[in-house]
C-alpha cells in the first residue's frame, strides 16, 4: 500500500538553525537561570559587604633631567663660578632609585609601617592609623627581633587608667597602667591614650606586627611609578590601600626621603672642596703670619718706613717681571697642593673651580666628579658587579689619569716659566745693583708676603662660592601634586562586581545546560526524528501527569486526550485507501518501554469513543503488560489459543466495559514465543478480529529485541512505530529508517511519545500551541498553587 502522509504531518528539509528554537531550550530552565542570578548577586553582595574598600592614592613629581632645569634667575650673577653645571639625569635610573629597598625601608622605618593597629568589626578587622588610633604604641627597644618578629597581641583598656596585653591567644598575659614601661617579646614599651576624654573601658585594639622584609615587599610590589608620557620628565606614583590617608603619607615620606638623598648626593663635591680649602687656609695663615712678622722686624731693625715709595722710581719697570712671578708661583703651589691631593685621596672626588690656568683640567675634574656621583648614587641600589659600574669606574680611572698627567704637565710648564721669568729678575737686579742691599732683602721678604696673602684671599673667595653652592643645591624631584586620593573607592569596583556576578549567574547554568544538551543523545522532538527516519509522523503525545494508564474518557478535554483524538484522525487518513471495513493496526516500537501498550490502550478507547467497534490484542507475549494496565483479572490469553487447538478466538476474547472495547491478553509466557506466533492460529485471531470488528489493534513486541513483530507484519494495514521522547537513543532511529526503507513493515508511521509540551526547544505541528486551540484544560499559575 502506497504510504500517504497527514496534512499535519508534513516534513520540513530546511536544516537552517532554528534560532528560536534555540533559545527556548535554555528558556525552558528560566528558574535555574533565576536561581543562579540571586546566587551569584547575593554572593557579590556579601564579598562588596565585608571587603574592605581600596583607595587609589597618587603623587606626580618633575625630576630634574639637567637639560631644562635650573637655578632661580637671582642666582644667574655666579653663572662664572662654575654654580650652575650638570649631567643628564636617566629617568630610568631615577625610576628604580624610588623603586629600592634601601628607601623603601627608611620610609617603613620612619612610619613603622611594620606595626598595624585595627579594630574588631562583626565580622572584619577595620585598620586603625595615626591619630584615629585611641592608643599609641612606643616601642622603645627596636632590636633585630622587632624587625624580624610576625605577632599579634591585643590591647584591652581595663579602665581609665589602667590596661591589659593579651596574646595571639586572646589570653590576658599583663596587666599595666598607661605610661608604664612594660616588657615584651619585641622589647619594651608603652601604651599611652591619644585622648584621655575618648578612652572607653572595654575597648580592644588589635596589634599586628610584620616582618620588616615582608612589608617592604608588599609595597615594592604595591607603589607604581611610571613616567607620564616619554616626552616628559614627570612622574607618577600612585598606591592603593584601604587607608586613604596612609598611602598619602607613605608617598609623601618617599618622596621626601629621595630628595633628601638627591642633595647629599650633590653635595658631595661642594663638601670636598670645603674640607680642602679649610685645611689649606689653616695651614697658610701660619705662613702669612710668619712672613708679616718677618717684614715687622725687618723694618723694626732697618729703621724702614715707605721703602716702597723711595725705590718706585728705580723698580718701576721690575712691576710686570714681579705680577708674573706672584701669578706662576701661586698657581705651581696651587697645582703642588691638588697633585699631593690626588696622591692622598685616590678614590675620592677633586676640589673644582680653583682657577687653575689650564681649562682642560678644569673641565676633566668636573667630569671626573660628575661620574664618581653617579656611580656612588647607582651602587646605593645595586652592586660593584653591575656593567654600570664595571663601564663608570673605567671611565673614572682613565679620565682621573688623564688629570694627574695633566697636572704633571702642568707643574712642569710652570716650573719652566718660572724659571725664564726668575732669569728676566736676575737680569732687571743687576741693573738696580745701586739699590741698597735693605731694600732688596725687603723687596724678597716683601715678595713672600704678597704670594701668600694672594693665595690666601683667593681661597676665601673660594670658600665662599663654595658655601653658596652648597646652599642654593637643590633636590631632584619638585613636587608637582602632593599626595591626594579621592573619597571614592577605585577596589572593589562594585559595578563591575555585579555586573561579573550578573554574568557568571547566566554563564554557569547556560553551561552546565549546554553542556547536558551537548552530551544528551535522547530524542527529544519531532525533529530529531525527521532529521533521520523518513516516515511519516501521525502525531505527539504530550507528557502525561498523572499514573493512570487510560488517560481518554468521553469528556475529557486535557491535551493528552485531544492528542488520541487528533491521532485518530490521522490515522482515519492514512487507513483511507484500505477497502475492507475493518483495519488492522499493529502498534510497536524499537526497545521496550516506549510506552507502545499505553498507546494501544489509549487508542483503542479513543477509537470505540467514536462508536466502533475495538478488538485490542496483547501480542507481546514476552512482556505482557495489558492486563495490569487495564486491572482485569488473567483468564485464558493469546498464548493459550496458540497452543491449545480447540480453544476458538471468541473463548478468549474479554469485554472491557469501562472504556468500551474488547481485548485479548497476552496470557501466560511461553518458552517458545517466535514458534508459536508463527503457526497458523494467530491468523485466526486476526480474522476472528476483522469478521467482528471495526478495528483490530495489536500491540506487538519490540522490533530490535525480538522477530516477533516481523514475523507479523505483512497482516498489518497501518504500522504505528512509538518513539519515546527523552527516553529513546537517537543512534537507534537507524533501525527503524532501516525497516520503513526496505518496507520490512507496511503502511509504517511514526509516533512520538511523551513528549514534553512545557519544554520550550522543539516544534510539534499542531500541538505547540495546546490541543484543542484554547478549548484544553485551564492552567493554573505557580502562584495560585503556592497560596491557595
Do not use: C
Not at 344 to 367: C, F
Not at 462 to 479: C, D, F, G, M
Not at 741 to 746: A, H
Not at 758 to 777: A, F, P, R
Amino acid at each position: 500500500m502506497q504510504n500517504e502522509q497527514p496534512l499535519n504531518t508534513i516534513q520540513f528539509t530546511d536544516d537552517s538553525i532554528n534560532i528560536r528554537e534555540e533559545i527556548e531550550k535554555y528558556l525552558y530552565h528560566w528558574k535555574w537561570f533565576v536561581l543562579g542570578v540571586v546566587l551569584a548577586v547575593s554572593s557579590a553582595f556579601v564579598y562588596l559587604r565585608y571587603t574592605p574598600n581600596k583607595y587609589e592614592v597618587s603623587t606626580t613629581i618633575l625630576v630634574d633631567d639637567g637639560e631644562s632645569s635650573g637655578m632661580a634667575s637671582e642666582l644667574a650673577a655666579f653663572e662664572d663660578l662654575g654654580l650652575l653645571s650638570g649631567s643628564k639625569i636617566s629617568l630610568e635610573n631615577e625610576i628604580e632609585l624610588l623603586k629600592s629597598r634601601n628607601l623603601l625601608e627608611r620610609v617603613v622605618k620612619d612610619l613603622e609601617l611594620n606595626v598595624a593597629y585595627y579594630r574588631q568589626g562583626r565580622v572584619i578587622e577595620t585598620e586603625l592609623f595615626k591619630e584615629r588610633s585611641p592608643l599609641k604604641i612606643t616601642f622603645l627597644t627596636k632590636e633585630p627581633v622587632f624587625y624580624s618578629k610576625d605577632t599579634v597581641f591585643t590591647v584591652l583598656v581595663t579602665s581609665k587608667e589602667t590596661f591589659a596585653l593579651k596574646n595571639s591567644e586572646k589570653k590576658v598575659v599583663s596587666e599595666s597602667v598607661f605610661g608604664e614601661r612594660v616588657h615584651t617579646s619585641l622589647g619594651d614599651i608603652t601604651v599611652t591614650p591619644m585622648q584621655v576624654d575618648k578612652i572607653v573601658k572595654g575597648d580592644e585594639i588589635i596589634v599586628k606586627v610584620r616582618p620588616l622584609k615582608s612589608v617592604i615587599d608588599s609595597y615594592k610590589n604595591r607603589i607604581q611609578i611610571q613616567p607620564v608620557n616619554k616626552s616628559s620628565s614627570v612622574i607618577k606614583l600612585s598606591l592603593k590601600d584601604p587607608v586613604k590617608q596612609k598611602a598619602q603619607v607613605i608617598l609623601d615620606r618617599l618622596v621626601t626621603h629621595y630628595n633628601n638623598d638627591a642633595v647629599a648626593y650633590k653635595s658631595l663635591v661642594a663638601k670636598n672642596t670645603e674640607t680642602f680649602i679649610n685645611k689649606r687656609l689653616e695651614i697658610i695663615t701660619k705662613d702669612l703670619f710668619a712672613v708679616e712678622k718677618e717684614v715687622e722686624q725687618f723694618k723694626t731693625k732697618n729703621k724702614l718706613t715707605d721703602i716702597a715709595a723711595e725705590a718706585n722710581l728705580v723698580l718701576q719697570s721690575n712691576v710686570e717681571i714681579e705680577n708674573k712671578l706672584v701669578d706662576l708661583n701661586t698657581q705651581l703651589t696651587l697645582v703642588t697642593d691638588i697633585e699631593q691631593y690626588m696622591a692622598e685621596n685616590k678614590d675620592d672626588l677633586i676640589p673644582a673651580n680653583l682657577g687653575l690656568a689650564d681649562v682642560s683640567i678644569n673641565a676633566g675634574t668636573e667630569q671626573y666628579n660628575q661620574l664618581v656621583l653617579e656611580r656612588n648614587r647607582i651602587l646605593q641600589s645595586s652592586s660593584a658587579q653591575n656593567p654600570v659600574i664595571v663601564n663608570l669606574n673605567a671611565q673614572i680611572k682613565k679620565i682621573r689619569a688623564s688629570i694627574v698627567k695633566s697636572i704633571a704637565n702642568l707643574k712642569s710648564s710652570l716650573t719652566i716659566a718660572l724659571k725664564n721669568v726668575k732669569r728676566q729678575e736676575n737680569r732687571m737686579s743687576s741693573k738696580i745693583a745701586s739699590v741698597p742691599q735693605q731694600e732688596r732683602e725687603y723687596r724678597d721678604i716683601k715678595r713672600q708676603q704678597q704670594i701668600i696673602e694672594s693665595l690666601y684671599l683667593y681661597l676665601l673667595q673660594k670658600r665662599e662660592e663654595n658655601a653658596i653652592s652648597l646652599a642654593v643645591t637643590l633636590p631632584n624631584a619638585k613636587i608637582i601634586d602632593k599626595a591626594y586620593g579621592s573619597n571614592i573607592p577605585v577596589a572593589p569596583k562594585r559595578k563591575v562586581v555585579y555586573l561579573a556576578a550578573l554574568l557568571l549567574g547566566i554563564i554557569v547554568p547556560f553551561g552546565v545546560i549546554y553542556l547536558l544538551l551537548l552530551f544528551d543523545n535522547k530524542v527529544h522532538t519531532r525533529k530529531d526524528v525527521e532529521a533521520v527516519v523518513k516516515a511519516p509522523i501521525l502525531g505527539d503525545i504530550p507528557k502525561t501527569k498523572t499514573d493512570k494508564k487510560v488517560v481518554v474518557s468521553e469528556h475529557d478535554r486535557t491535551s493528552v486526550s485531544e492528542s488520541f483524538r487528533l491521532l485518530r484522525t490521522n490515522i482515519n487518513f492514512m487507513l483511507s485507501k484500505v477497502t475492507e471495513k475493518s483495519k488492522v493496526i499493529f502498534v510497536t516500537s524499537t526497545v521496550g518501554g516506549e510506552g507502545k501498550t499505553f498507546i494501544s490502550i489509549n487508542l483503542a478507547t479513543v477509537l470505540a469513543l467514536s462508536g466502533k467497534k475495538v478488538l485490542l490484542i496483547g501480542a507481546d507475549i514476552r512482556k505482557p503488560k495489558i492486563s495490569d494496565y487495564l486491572g482485569v483479572v488473567k483468564g485464558k490469553g493469546l498464548t493459550h489459543f496458540l497452543m491449545d487447538k480447540t480453544i476458538q478466538p471468541a473463548e478468549i476474547i474479554e469485554k472491557v466495559d469501562e472504556h468500551r472495547f474488547d481485548m485479548i491478553h497476552s496470557g501466560i509466557i511461553a518458552p517458545n514465543p517466535s514458534e508459536l506466533l508463527m503457526n497458523n492460529r494467530f491468523n485466526e485471531v486476526i480474522a476472528y478480529g476483522k469478521q467482528h470488528y471495526d478495528y483490530v489493534i495489536v500491540d506487538t513486541a519490540p522490533v530490535n529485541i525480538v522477530t516477533d513483530t516481523l514475523l507479523l507484519g505483512d497482516k498489518a494495514d497501518l504500522f504505528i512505530y512509538v518513539v519515546r521522547a527523552n527516553y529513546l537513543d537517537k543512534r537507534l532511529l537507524e533501525f527503524p529508517q532501516i525497516l520503513h526503507r526496505d518496507q520490512r513493515l507496511p503502511n509504517m508511521s511514526i509516533l512520538i511519545n511523551d513528549v514534553d509540551a512545557e519544554k520550550g526547544y522543539g516544534y510539534s505541528y499542531g500541538y505547540g500551541y495546546g490541543y484543542g486551540y484554547g478549548y484544553s484544560e485551564k492552567k493554573t499559575s505557580w502562584f495560585k498553587k503556592r497560596f491557595t
